[in-house]
């Protein structure tokens, strides 16, 4: 077995991930998804593609746990399926420009995805016989990322999806469309994301209307009595300039500047189509049939797209990349990381469970503070060399022996990290549930004075039984009277163990300290022995020491170093016996 091949592990380098970005992270299962506040990702095997893939999934997702409001979302969502395929593509530029702040190397993982993407045609510009919706959301996706993301791979894409655009949809629209996309780099929330979506749903529906009829052109009678009745203004003219001032006279928006009008993305006015006003309206005069035709064509383009159903806007680019992770699933059974939940327990019987364990605690302090204090002692030892001599062994050298010099010597202090992992399925009912709690809760007290011993503490499966979740009992830096409510649980559902050692190991892998013990209280009765039995090997391989505490059974098939605790009288004795190994070698 390689050194290396625990930290290199899925799940451990997984569980980097969620304490990098600050999230919660589940490996697992046959499905790569979220919930808005856990990632999950199946376990893969060792294929380098899915993994590169996996660890853009992750940062994808993360930047959405940190930075989408899922309730804002949800409202976008329910006002049809082109807006909810607008806002996500909006909110994913938006996100991974969000992350990559503070984490600014992220990019080249995102990155690595999007390669992938583009190789597999799953980020690419539409086709001319594309539907209209498919042509909208793939322009936004490619452009969004090419001009807002800063995707170079993607320029040649972009260029040729605002082609698409253009023939498809009404030139006023794409203008109007292009000057509102000018806004992405500059929104702060999926608020502002979903705000900006309600307003480029509003162009189209705007744009799909049919036009006002044109106005008869008035007589030369009319035109003389009416023209000097208004002050000599002709209605027509006057019709016109009132056209040509509609960018003035509109909200900001809808006249921005094209971003494609000059080369590689910079802002540029466009200049009117023949047969056009300066607003790219339909002039009076000069139109042909083939113009009256292309605007009829845009504009049933735009109607489609109020028509669209749930998936014809595409919008979410990383659903491909969850489907292949799924495929990619090595043992869909076992939940190799589960995700930590919250639990503050109940404070009144904390404290009954505190005032039973304290005074077996306190002996045990005594004796490993005692214990501790003289390891480190420093020791006088004689030897041939030094600056000083002993007086006691100058008699040493009539003798012949050299050893007549004193050197003292100091013993490292303890430098430990502890993760105490407590069992509380089922087959722990009917008392050793209790016994393993306060058994956990008499070494995290007696640990905590001492110095350079760091000691957290993890109950499994989940509160109600979950073998994706593990419950926090307490972590490092916590006193121990704080989370005493913690302590009082009762047992529920199986023993997902493989889990609950894969998650107390990234735990302590993440941990300063040279030492790093693993301690799991336990009847020793795993779902899956065989899978159990093998992270003990492989963690212990790499330097973690595994010890087993068998409550009421023995556990020497499972973990190398072990002991039996068959009531709370046997905790001094026992627990001695463990802590003496964590700080002693």
């Known amino acids: 077995m390689k050194p290396n091949s625990l930290t290199n592990a899925l799940p451990i380098v997984a569980a980097a991930y969620g304490r990098k970005f600050g999230v919660a992270v589940q490996v697992g299962g046959t499905v790569a998804q979220t919930d808005g506040l856990t990632i999950a990702i199946p376990a893969l095997g060792d294929d380098p593609v899915a993994r590169t893939l996996a660890w853009g999934y992750l940062t994808h997702e993360a930047a959405h746990v940190r930075y989408t409001d899922f309730d804002a979302v949800t409202r976008t969502a329910a006002k049809g399926p082109l ?35 583009i190789e597999h045609d799953q980020l690419a510009a539409p086709g001319e016989g594309d539907a209209p919706p498919a042509i909208l959301g793939n322009a936004l996706l490619v452009m969004g990322y090419h001009r807002y993301r800063g995707e170079t791979r993607l320029t040649q894409a972009a260029k040729e999806a605002e082609r ?92 921005d500047k094209d971003p494609e009008g000059q080369d590689e993305g ?106 501790v204090q003289s390891h480190v002692m420093s020791r006088v030892r004689r030897a041939r060399r030094g600056r000083t001599l002993s007086p006691g062994a100058l008699h040493r050298a009539a003798l012949g022996d050299p050893r007549v010099f004193q050197r003292r010597e100091e013993r490292a202090a303890p430098n430990t990290a502890v993760h105490l992992l407590v069992d509380l399925s089922f087959s722990m009912a009917g008392g050793a549930d209790r016994i393993a709690l306060d058994a956990a809760m008499a070494l995290a007290l007696a640990l905590e004075p001492l110095r350079g011993v760091s000691c957290a503490a993890t109950a499994f499966p989940g509160l109600h039984g979950s073998p994706t979740r593990v419950t926090r009992i307490q972590s490092h830096g916590d006193r121990v009277r704080g989370r005493a409510g913690a302590f009082v649980q009762s047992a529920r559902g199986g023993t997902p163990l493989t889990g609950a050692l894969w998650y107390a190991a990234a735990d302590l892998l993440a941990r300063p300290q040279a030492r790093k013990v693993l301690i799991t209280l336990t009847d020793g009765q795993p779902d899956d022995r065989a899978s159990a039995a093998d992270l003990v ?15 009421a059974t023995g556990v020497e098939w499972l973990f190398p170093v072990t002991i039996r605790i068959d009531a709370i009288a046997d905790l001094k004795q026992a627990l001695f016996g463990v802590a003496e190994r964590l700080l002693i070698r």
């Open 83 to 117: 807006a909810k395929g607008i806002l996500n593509i909006l909110e994913d530029v938006r996100v991974e420009n969000a992350i990559l702040g503070p984490y600014p190397g992220a990019r080249d993982t995102l990155d690595a995805v999007n390669g992938w993407l």
């Open 164 to 255: 698409v655009l253009r023939q498809t949809f009404p030139s006023r629209f794409v203008h109007r469309l292009l000057g509102l996309l000018t806004e992405i780099p500059g929104l702060g929330s999926t608020q502002d994301a979903a705000d900006l979506t309600e307003r480029i749903v509003a162009l189209v529906e705007e744009e799909a209307q049919e036009p006002p009829a044109p106005q008869p052109k008035p007589s030369p009678q009319s035109e003389s009595g009416d023209g000097e009745a208004a002050g000599g203004q002709d209605p027509v003219h006057d019709a016109g300039d009132s056209a040509g001032r509609e960018c003035e006279e509109s909200p900001a928006d809808s006249c």
């Open 266 to 371: 910079h802002p540029g006015q466009d200049g009117p189509e023949e047969g056009q006003t300066e607003d790219g309206t339909a002039g009076v005069q000069g139109r042909s049939p083939a113009d009256d035709a292309a605007e009829t064509q845009g504009r049933q383009a735009l109607q489609a797209l109020l028509s669209a159903t749930e998936g014809d806007v595409p919008g979410d680019t990383y659903q491909a990349v969850a489907e292949v992770l799924g495929g990619q699933t090595a043992d869909p059974r076992t939940t190799l990381l589960p995700s930590l939940e919250p639990f503050g327990g109940n404070g009144p019987l904390g404290q009954d469970a505190l005032d039973r364990v304290r005074a077996e605690s306190a002996k045990l302090t005594a004796r490993l503070q005692g214990l």
């Open 537 to 551: 090997a492989r963690a212990t391989a790499y330097g973690l020491e595994m010890i087993g505490v068998g409550i």
